[in-house]
């Protein structure tokens, strides 16, 4: 099984910055594409960024300029830079991983538990 810990989120004001992170363990022979997605108060979830291993990026239209996906492969881990945050940035975003795991290579794909990031003054 794969456990994915989420972190960083929180209550900023509109303009300010934040990080959010989420760390992989367990069986994991290797990581593929990790991504990030976030839902809104009555809305459905939509993807926000995804990364590959070799570190190719996409970053959709309504964050592109503002938010920065990156990873480490050595720690398992995957941020999501948010800059000039907006009150519409508000919702819970969800880390999301491919994972091949061990002992048979199977692959795997796995949510995270959310977390919260709201944006208001």
């Known amino acids: 099984q794969v456990q994915l810990v989420e972190s960083g989120g929180g209550l900023v004001q509109p303009g300010m910055s934040l990080r959010v992170s989420c760390a992989a363990s367990?069986?994991?022979?290797?990581?593929?594409?990790m991504g990030w997605y976030r839902q809104a108060p009555g809305k459905q979830r939509e993807l926000v960024a995804t990364?590959?291993?070799?570190?190719?990026?996409n970053v959709v239209d309504d964050v592109k300029g503002r938010f920065t996906i990156s990873r480490d492969n050595a720690a398992n881990t995957v941020y999501l830079q948010m800059n000039n945050l907006k009150p519409e940035d508000t919702a819970v975003y969800y880390c999301?991983?491919?994972?091949?795991?061990?002992?048979?290579?199977?692959?795997?794909?796995?949510w995270g538990q959310g977390t919260l990031v709201t944006v208001s003054s």
């Open positions: 999301n991983v491919v994972a091949i795991m061990l002992p048979d290579y199977r692959y795997l794909e796995v």
């Open positions: 367990g069986s994991i022979f290797r990581l593929n594409t």
């Open positions: 990364i590959s291993r070799t570190g190719s990026t």
